[in-house]
């Protein structure tokens, strides 16, 4: 059974470029989680989504990020005009339908964004 | 306001125990998590408590005192594999689903 499948696992944008990160989550769930860690600090909540829902998005900034989780395909985190500050790992998690939250997180690799 | 603590970095030689401490002030509880995360790489779950008390797994044993805030991971036997960060995460209660708050992490170095 795979886990979290996150791609790119690196990304390199310039400053003003967007970025476009993908989590696929475990088979059979149907929640996904993201989270964003800066150099040498934790992981800060960003979006909790199901399908085609977005639940909570209290961690996202308010300008140029996104998220998405079609019915079909992988969860989409979308970055428009990257700046520098945006450089981080970007950590997807998923969890199956009708968890209350009763279960651990399994993280995805990661993707770490890189903007020069 | 949401505040978990825990120091920053800790040295420990090779075969020896090590306690690694989080305190937390949050609004709300539903458990408290410890992930470990090598440099590079995903977070990967090692315990939960949501009761006081002690939970053992292996090497691994994890301790929460929810009336003090409080709780440890303790590391036996240590190898230097276990060279890595140490997550303290707790789950925030509303909504029934995993917001967890994390800390900085500790890093921890073992040693020969």
């Known amino acids: 059974n795979a886990g979290v499948m996150q791609n790119p696992r690196h990304l390199v944008r310039r400053r003003g470029q967007e970025a476009r990160l993908r989590c696929s989550p475990m088979?059979?769930?149907?929640?996904v989680y993201w989270y964003r860690q800066l150099p040498e600090e934790g992981l800060k909540f960003m979006v909790y989504?199901?399908?085609?829902?977005?639940?909570?998005e209290s961690g996202m900034p308010k300008e140029r990020f996104s998220a998405e989780f079609p019915k079909e395909g992988p969860s989409i985190l979308r970055i428009q005009q990257v700046v520098r500050g945006d450089s981080a790992a970007y950590f997807c998690?998923?969890?199956?339908?009708?968890?209350?939250?009763?279960?651990?997180?399994?993280f995805g690799n990661g993707t770490r964004l890189t903007v020069t | 306001g949401q505040n978990i603590d825990q120091p920053t970095e800790m040295t420990a030689t090779e075969g020896a125990i090590v306690q690694i401490n989080c305190t937390y002030q949050?609004?709300?509880?539903?458990?408290l998590f410890w992930y470990q995360q090598h440099a590079g790489e995903a977070p990967t779950f090692l315990s939960y408590?949501?009761?006081?008390g002690l939970e053992e797994k292996g090497r691994f044993s994890s301790f929460l005192s929810r009336s003090k805030g409080y709780s440890y991971l303790l590391l036996k036997e240590l190898q230097m594999k276990d060279s890595a960060s140490y997550l303290c995460a707790v789950r925030d209660r509303g909504g029934g689903y995993n917001k967890l708050i994390f800390g900085a992490g500790t890093r921890l170095a073992v040693h020969p």
């Open positions: 998690a998923s969890s199956p339908p009708g968890d209350r939250g009763n279960s651990p997180l399994h």
């Open positions: 949050t609004s709300g509880f539903n458990g």
């Open positions: 989504l199901q399908k085609e829902n977005i639940i909570d």
């Open positions: 408590n949501v009761l006081d």
């Open positions: 088979k059979g769930h149907s929640h």
